[in-house]
């Protein structure tokens, strides 16, 4: 107690280089623990962006891009899978609902997707909130289009706008579907997935943008339908999916649909589990995530040593001390203590210190970096990990400590009562 | 046992270095007000390292209050001075993150032989009282950077007495005062050391204080060691 008491006081007494150590330790563990939480939000958030889908059902290919085309928006689909071949699975007695999407297309960037009320119905995201409309309503005729809430926003669209659709994937399509125009019925509200980056149309609209074109050819000029040609349709036949995502009437069939799908004979075609394949997909991109973990830790090595240098260089001004105490009976392990006592002070303080900080900016930052980056960090108590990394600052700081320390010791044996210098 | 000190052929050296200290025979009667004076160099403060269990002898008995302090280990000889042997500095004797008070009563708080001495009075008050009797009783909440060069000395006079130890060894206390406050200091760290019955060896190369004291030791005279 007296070592603690004595160590407390003399870090007061050098309240400003202590308050300098404390801070930049603080600074290093607020940084490491803060990269921990934006790593489980990113990863909470990703794994998040789908759920309740049980399969999700393309043609042969891979799962990884699979997954990627279907759920989000990136890559290309390879092939289609015929209207009747989707509607047979949808009909199966194990599968409980579909959400077909058709792709390939874009507008402005924003991939186009084509689906049904399905999509508005059975759509899953985050622990199982549903996609749900800030404006308007969701698209049903053939020239409707629903607007993620993103692209709305970038685009500065409201209900009523006219959008063009291109053909092919990318920020500038090769064509222009622009003999069609379609109109803004409805925009959804904001998911932080990548429902929020893409543009819903029905499946007939997709069907109607490619009207009169053969073999992946645009008709001729002059042969283009007019949107009063595909209005008078009575019925447009929906021809093909690119995907659909199925939930199972029950979860113990899954596995047996999934291997009766990739067994299909008339189409090759797949079916994954989404989970798993996510978190397939998430250990491809763990390897930045323990690069960035190895940085932090090594951020907070640098405080600590921080912390060292300056206990150390303290040392020599403090030999006047050391001899007192040597003089009213302290021996050379009380001077050992005290200094141990005071670099674990210190890591403490930071460390505690550090966590303080990374509550106050999470707190302040979360809904900026929600609003601006669509990263969902929690605000959650310190679990395991933050007291692991807490106590792991504090027994550096433990260990670390007996460096100065047991100069000191050296020192304060070599001194005796006299200083000499 | 009526001997504070009793050292017989006691040798020290730094490391491999030549001999700091040869002294056939040096004993002190309990009691005593001793006055050991040497030119700077001589080894004064060296013995009072050893005689304070700082420092450990190469050869010889180190008898402080009955106990051979050659014969102890390191830990033994801390802890024995914690409980013995008050110790004043020439200056700077005062830890500077701590309150006059606290720097006071550090010795109690240390070793709890001299706690057990105070006979149940608080450290506080005993403190308090100490510091009455050396005249700074009004400094006790000060902190000590704000104290002069004298008053410093006094906190420390009053740390070395409290928990009565038997031996007070003072290394130079007075010789960064001026005449007059040596002697008053001087007065009031006699009346202390009678009051506690406490024996006092007390170093210094100035001889017109020499005699203040019951008894002078010339270290030229008894350390064999050329220096």
Same mark, same amino acid.
């Given at each position: ?216 050819? @645009?008709?001729? @000029? ?144 979360? @809904? ?54 | ?55 450990? *002898? ?48 550090? *010795? ?64 130079? *206390? ?45 270290? *030229? ?7």
């Amino acid at each position: 107690m007296l070592s603690l008491d004595l160590a407390l006081k003399s870090l007061r007494n050098r309240a400003f280089s202590t308050s300098l150590t404390v801070g930049s330790i603080a600074l290093s563990v607020a940084l490491l623990i803060g990269v921990e939480n934006v790593r489980v939000g990113m990863r909470e958030s990703f794994s998040n962006t789908i759920s309740q889908t049980d399969l999700i059902v393309g043609a042969k290919g891979g799962t990884i891009q699979l997954l990627l085309y279907s759920v989000f928006g990136m890559g290309s689909p390879t092939n289609n899978l015929s209207w009747d071949t989707y509607r047979e699975w949808a009909e199966h007695p194990a599968v409980e609902w579909t959400i077909p999407y058709g792709l390939g297309d874009s507008h402005r960037g924003f991939r186009v997707i084509g689906t049904n009320e399905d999509f508005y119905r059975h759509y899953r995201y985050r622990g199982g909130q549903a996609i749900a409309l800030a404006e308007g309503r969701a698209g049903s005729e053939v020239f409707d289009v629903t607007l993620g809430a993103d692209v709305a926003t970038e685009l500065g669209y409201g209900i009523g706008d006219e959008v063009e659709v291109t053909h092919g994937i990318g920020e500038v399509g090769f064509l222009n579907h622009e003999h069609l125009p379609f109109t803004v019925v409805g925009i959804l509200d904001k998911t932080f997935t990548p429902v929020d980056r893409a543009v819903y149309v029905t499946l007939e609209g997709i069907e109607a943008i490619h009207f009169g074109w053969e073999d992946g050819a @645009p008709p001729m @000029p002059g042969e283009e339908p007019t949107p009063d040609d595909v209005l008078a349709m009575e019925e447009i036949e929906i021809t093909q999916v690119t995907s659909f995502f199925v939930g199972a009437t029950n979860r113990r069939d899954v596995l047996r649909l999934q291997r009766e799908i990739n067994d299909y004979e008339s189409e090759p075609m797949m079916a994954v589990i989404p989970g798993l394949a996510l978190s397939e997909m998430w250990q491809g991109i763990g390897y930045a995530e323990t690069g960035l973990r190895v940085v932090t830790i090594f951020v907070v090595l640098v405080g600590l040593l921080g912390m060292l240098v300056s206990l150390y260089t303290s040392l020599n001004e403090r030999r006047r001390e050391m001899a007192i105490l040597r003089a009213v009976g302290a021996g050379p392990r009380r001077i050992v203590a005290l200094l141990v006592l005071e670099s674990m002070c210190l890591a403490a303080a930071g460390a505690i210190c550090g966590l303080g900080l990374v509550y106050v900016l999470l707190s302040a930052g979360q @809904p900026i970096v929600e609003a601006q980056v669509g990263l969902f960090i929690p605000i959650r108590p310190p679990g395991a990990v933050e007291w692991l990394f807490l106590g792991a600052v504090v027994t550096a700081g433990f260990v670390m400590g007996f460096v100065p320390a047991l100069k000191a010791y050296r020192t304060a044996l070599h001194d005796g009562l006299a200083v000499r210098v | 046992m009526s001997l504070a000190i009793d050292v017989r052929r006691l040798r020290f050296r730094y490391g491999g270095g030549p001999w700091v200290l040869d002294i056939r025979e040096l004993t002190l009667e309990r009691g005593t007000r001793a006055f050991l004076f040497g030119s700077s160099g001589s080894g004064k403060t060296t013995l009072l390292g050893v005689l304070a269990g700082v420092l450990k *002898p190469d050869e010889g008995e180190v008898g402080v209050l009955g106990r051979d302090l050659a014969s102890l280990s390191g830990a033994q000889r801390d802890a024995f001075r914690a409980a013995h042997i008050g110790y004043v500095f020439q200056m700077f004797n005062l830890i500077p993150y701590l309150s006059v008070l606290d720097n006071i009563a550090l *010795p109690v708080r240390m070793n709890a032989q001299r706690k057990a001495r105070l006979d149940g009075a608080g450290v506080k008050e005993t403190a308090a009282m100490l510091a009455d009797h050396l005249q700074i009783g009004d400094l006790l909440k000060r902190r000590v950077t704000e104290l002069s060069v004298g008053q410093q000395q006094r906190v420390a006079a009053c740390r070395a007495l409290i928990g009565a130890p038997e031996l007070i060894v003072a290394d130079e *206390p007075t010789s960064s005062l001026d005449f007059d406050r040596r002697e008053a200091f001087l007065e009031l760290l006699f009346r202390e050391c009678e009051r506690a019955g406490a024996t006092l060896v007390f170093v210094s190369h100035d001889r017109a204080l020499e005699g203040m004291f019951s008894r002078t030791i010339s270290l *030229p005279d008894i350390n064999g060691a050329a220096l």
